[in-house]
């Protein structure tokens, strides 16, 4: 039986106790006021150093008796804007707001990390550095983070996300590309208006538009390796004012989600170029915006192994778990451009418990018996990357 997990187990009450308080007071990205309120209250009893950071986050710290190098464990704060529908006693009572997505109990379960490891100092061989991030949704937290010096002198980074496809007590792990980058990209048209009776005296901007929309599937097809997943979305197509009236605008609004940076770069200039072709044609002109959201989550290989490691000690053999990479996004990527890392994906499902919805579900719940599991390998993760040789 791993002693970590003990641990862990002798605080369950707490961490789940604290994860429904703020599951029951839900708050957006960047107005994590109380959340972050929350925090500092637990970080303060427990006697641990911190500072606010962003506009909502905080970074705490606990320094062991022995020097040594640095490794940071992550946990987000945020919720979403969701009406709940999941049915449990302690369902959000802010209306049209819900932990959808599991973030309070990221956050639960790195406080959990906290208490434990704050009795630990004497096995501690450097820093743990917590950050209890806000904005993960809107991909703006870690860069928050970070700009506040968050960062400075870290040597290695965890963090994990519940996932409802995975039973309690399994987790995965797995080198390289774990999750997708995303990007959005504004496309605007603009032309000459006139009266839908007479096109050729105007410059329409809707057909233009629209083939470019079938033309873009081409960059995926002809342009991509078919061996690189990409996808190339369009979310948003609006122009136009009125049937008779010829569009002098047309907007697009597009969402690229990819593994490897060189595709991306390669997928951005053929957007643009495909779009400014098209705008020629048709003698009109064109504007593309590129937002980047975030980036790639890739997983270090060595720290793979470590946290493969730590995950055997606190949940036994025959817990790793595989599926394929998703292309879904996190931020935690942003993190990984400072210092290598690994992030997890650990089972929260029960399909006896009607825990089977995926994120961002109105229906989402998880099974609470695997915060302890996270709250363990937070730990774990953390005491072999500074104690190792």
Same mark, same amino acid.
């Given at each position: 039986?791993?002693?970590?997990?003990? @641990?862990?187990?002798?605080?369950?009450?707490?961490?789940?106790?604290?994860?429904?308080?703020?599951?029951?007071?839900?708050?957006?990205?960047?107005?994590?006021?109380?959340?972050?309120?929350?925090?500092?209250?637990?970080?303060?009893?427990?006697?641990?150093? %911190?500072?606010? =950071?962003?506009?909502?986050?905080?970074?705490?710290?606990?320094?062991?008796?022995?020097?040594?190098?640095?490794? +940071?464990?992550?946990?987000d704060?945020?919720?979403? &804007?969701?009406?709940?529908?999941?049915?449990?006693? %302690?369902?959000?009572?802010?209306?049209? /707001?819900?932990?959808? #997505?599991?973030?309070?109990?990221?956050?639960?379960?790195?406080?959990g990390?906290?208490?434990?490891?704050?009795?630990? @100092?004497?096995?501690?061989?450097?820093?743990?550095?917590?950050?209890f991030?806000?904005?993960?949704?809107?991909?703006?937290?870690?860069?928050?983070?970070? =700009?506040?010096?968050?960062?400075?002198?870290?040597?290695?980074?965890?963090? +994990?996300?519940?996932? &409802?496809?995975?039973?309690?007590?399994?987790?995965?792990?797995? &080198?390289?590309?774990?999750?997708?980058? #995303?990007?959005?990209?504004?496309?605007?048209?603009?032309?000459?208006?006139?009266?839908?009776?007479?096109?050729?005296?105007?410059?329409?901007?809707?057909?233009?538009?629209?083939?470019?929309?079938?033309?873009?599937?081409?960059?995926?097809?002809?342009?991509?390796?078919?061996?690189? &997943?990409i996808?190339?979305?369009?979310?948003?197509?609006?122009?136009?004012?009125?049937?008779?009236?010829? =569009? @002098?605008?047309?907007?697009?609004?597009?969402?690229?989600?990819?593994?490897?940076?060189?595709?991306?770069?390669?997928?951005?200039?053929?957007?643009?170029?495909?779009?400014?072709?098209?705008?020629?044609?048709?003698?009109?002109?064109?504007?593309?915006?590129?937002?980047p959201?975030? /980036?790639?989550?890739?997983?270090?290989?060595?720290?793979?192994?470590?946290?493969?490691?730590?995950?055997?000690?606190?949940?036994?053999?025959? #817990?790793?778990?595989?599926?394929?990479?998703?292309?879904g996004?996190?931020?935690?990527?942003? %993190?990984?451009?400072?210092?290598?890392?690994?992030?997890?994906?650990?089972?929260?499902?029960?399909?006896?418990?009607? #825990?089977?919805?995926?994120?961002?579900?109105?229906?989402?719940?998880?099974?609470?018996?695997?915060? @302890?599991?996270?709250?363990?390998?937070h730990?774990?993760?953390?005491?072999d990357?500074?104690?190792?040789?």
């Amino acid at each position: 039986m791993s002693i970590i997990l003990d @641990k862990a187990k002798e605080i369950e009450d707490y961490i789940i106790a604290f994860r429904r308080d703020l599951h029951e007071n839900p708050e957006l990205s960047g107005l994590e006021i109380r959340t972050q309120t929350r925090i500092i209250e637990e970080l303060e009893k427990l006697g641990v150093e %911190y500072k606010k =950071a962003g506009r909502t986050s905080v970074i705490a710290w606990i320094k062991g008796d022995k020097p040594g190098k640095t490794v +940071m464990l992550r946990g987000d704060t945020d919720a979403l &804007p969701v009406l709940e529908e999941s049915g449990v006693d %302690y369902e959000s009572t802010k209306e049209g /707001l819900m932990h959808a #997505c599991g973030h309070d109990t990221h956050t639960a379960m790195l406080l959990g990390a906290v208490k434990i490891l704050s009795k630990m @100092k004497d096995q501690l061989n450097g820093e743990v550095r917590f950050f209890f991030q806000e904005a993960e949704e809107t991909f703006e937290g870690a860069k928050l983070i970070i =700009a506040d010096g968050g960062m400075e002198g870290v040597d290695g980074c965890f963090g +994990m996300h519940n996932y &409802p496809d995975l039973e309690v007590g399994k987790v995965v792990m797995n &080198p390289g590309y774990i999750s997708a980058g #995303c990007d959005t990209i504004h496309v605007k048209f603009e032309g000459v208006s006139g009266h839908g009776s007479t096109p050729h005296l105007a410059k329409d901007t809707i057909h233009p538009a629209a083939m470019f929309v079938t033309d873009i599937q081409g960059i995926v097809t002809k342009n991509v390796d078919a061996q690189e &997943p990409i996808v190339v979305s369009v979310g948003k197509f609006s122009g136009g004012t009125k049937a008779n009236i010829i =569009a @002098k605008f047309t907007e697009l609004d597009l969402s690229l989600r990819y593994f490897n940076k060189d595709v991306r770069d390669l997928v951005l200039k053929a957007i643009q170029r495909h779009a400014k072709a098209i705008a020629d044609a048709y003698e009109i002109k064109v504007e593309i915006e590129i937002i980047p959201s975030t /980036l790639s989550v890739y997983n270090d290989d060595d720290l793979t192994m470590l946290a493969r490691q730590a995950a055997g000690e606190v949940f036994g053999e025959d #817990c790793l778990a595989d599926m394929p990479k998703l292309m879904g996004s996190e931020d935690m990527s942003f %993190y990984f451009e400072h210092a290598k890392g690994v992030f997890a994906w650990i089972g929260s499902g029960n399909e006896a418990k009607d #825990c089977v919805y995926p994120p961002h579900h109105e229906k989402f719940k998880v099974d609470e018996d695997f915060l @302890k599991y996270g709250t363990a390998l937070h730990v774990q993760f953390a005491l072999d990357f500074l104690n190792r040789g």
